[in-house]
């Protein structure tokens, strides 16, 4: 980390405020779409259109690798906050209807996905070679230590003060990512195509000339599609099958992270001592355990277990998957094949959202996460078939 300039590992620090706060806006959406409308569909619904933006992630990423890293990041901060506030105004003025919340999700999400993308090409051209595992293990630890700190002070601020008062929080929080960014390095502009086929033809063309960071990327696309038909049904689960109450779900939300910031923690150890593919194999097998376990918890010690094991592989696979990336990536065309790979991992989430909406309509919540987790630990032995068989990262 002392390879890294000073200014980028401020900047990571303060992307965990601004993630704490979007944890409030993942907390309140749902919440609020169950207020009016109480159905599994309709919140599946809410988590497949919030990725819709992803669409768009390859010709974004064009226009990152044409900027200055530091300013798409200020813009889309400062998008955001407008974002926020505008869906403060209409809860407060009566007027949030369900169509609204979806589209302040798809622009939260997006404008999210934007910046992620180009916080990745300020680390590829910015940080040494030999930092980025530390480098990409902090930012995974930040996200996933945000993540669930975030439900865990949301469901309180709920309960207590209201969906208002935590739509202010969720704005003021992007202050602390937007500051720091005005003092981040700048990044060259790499000229490059604009539009269509000559913005994908070069961004695919790198990722197949890199076939461990194409299959990694898959390995990650497969486990957001089951992941994310779980987590779109997750405050459905606690609020009508389990009754629970903002309080108690947020503490499920903060507690169950010890699983997953754990094995960021030790990730750079694992992830250059262990080979790839046992590394996701376990990962993604204690996750499919979760899927299943969570469909039949009843009690919120339960809980916190099962979604801390299914929410387990998300830092030991970024941390593989960024730097595979950079390592193997020319800076040239990065930002397109990073916004490529976040089509690619982001593409599943709203199918698995809206399936599962579905089948928990037709089936119920245990046979949908049991079948969810059944895809996972499937996804997990196709590993082995993969680039990634004996390859490891200290190598």
Not at 60 to 75: E, F, N, W
Not at 98 to 118: C, F, R, S
Request: proline letters at 5%; one cysteine or more; a positive charge.
């Amino acid at each position: 980390m002392q390879l890294c300039p000073q200014a980028v590992v401020v900047f990571l620090y303060g992307t965990f405020v601004s993630d704490v706060g979007q944890g409030f806006f993942r907390l309140v959406l749902p919440w609020l779409v169950y207020n009016l409308n109480g159905s599994a569909e309709a919140l599946g619904t809410l988590a497949a259109v919030q990725f819709l933006p992803g669409l768009l992630l390859p010709w974004l990423g064009a226009l990152v690798d044409r900027s200055d890293a530091r300013k798409i990041i200020a813009a889309a901060s400062l998008l955001q906050i407008a974002v926020t506030l505008g869906t403060l105004f209409l809860y407060l003025a009566g007027r949030l209807d369900i169509w609204l919340i979806d589209i302040a999700a798809m622009l939260a999400t997006g404008l999210g996905m934007v910046a992620y993308n180009a916080q990745n090409v300020l680390v590829r051209r910015t940080t040494p070679e030999r930092a980025r595992v530390s480098v990409n293990a902090l930012s995974a630890i930040v996200f996933t230590v945000a993540w669930y700190v975030s439900p865990g002070l949301a469901g309180p601020t709920i309960s207590r003060f209201g969906i208002a008062a935590a739509l202010a929080i969720n704005a003021v929080a992007y202050i602390f990512v937007l500051l720091p960014a005005l003092f981040l390095p700048r990044t060259t502009p790499m000229h490059g195509p604009e539009h269509g086929a000559a913005v994908l033809g070069p961004a695919w063309s790198a990722l197949r000339k890199a076939p461990s960071v194409l299959h990694v990327t898959l390995v990650f696309a497969s486990w957001n599609f089951t992941w994310g038909g779980v987590y779109a049904l997750e405050i459905f689960f606690f609020r009508h099958s389990l009754h629970w109450v903002a309080a108690e779900v947020g503490l499920v939300g903060m507690a169950a992270g010890l699983v997953p910031v754990a094995l960021g923690v030790v990730g750079p150890y694992l992830a250059e001592r262990l080979r790839i593919d046992h590394l996701l194999m376990a990962t993604l097998g204690l996750s499919a355990i979760g899927m299943v376990f969570l469909g039949f918890v009843h009690g919120v010690l339960a809980a916190i277990v099962a979604v801390g094991l299914l929410d387990g592989a998300v830092a030991p696979v970024s941390i593989v998957m960024a730097t595979l990336s950079q390592r193997q990536i020319a800076s040239v065309v990065y930002g397109r094949v990073s916004a490529m790979q976040s089509l690619i991992v982001n593409l599943p989430l709203p199918a698995g959202g809206a399936l599962a909406g579905v089948l928990a309509q037709a089936f119920g919540i245990p046979v949908t996460f049991s079948f969810l987790g059944l895809l996972t630990a499937l996804s997990g032995g196709a590993v082995l078939r993969s680039a990634l068989r004996r390859l490891r990262l200290g190598a």
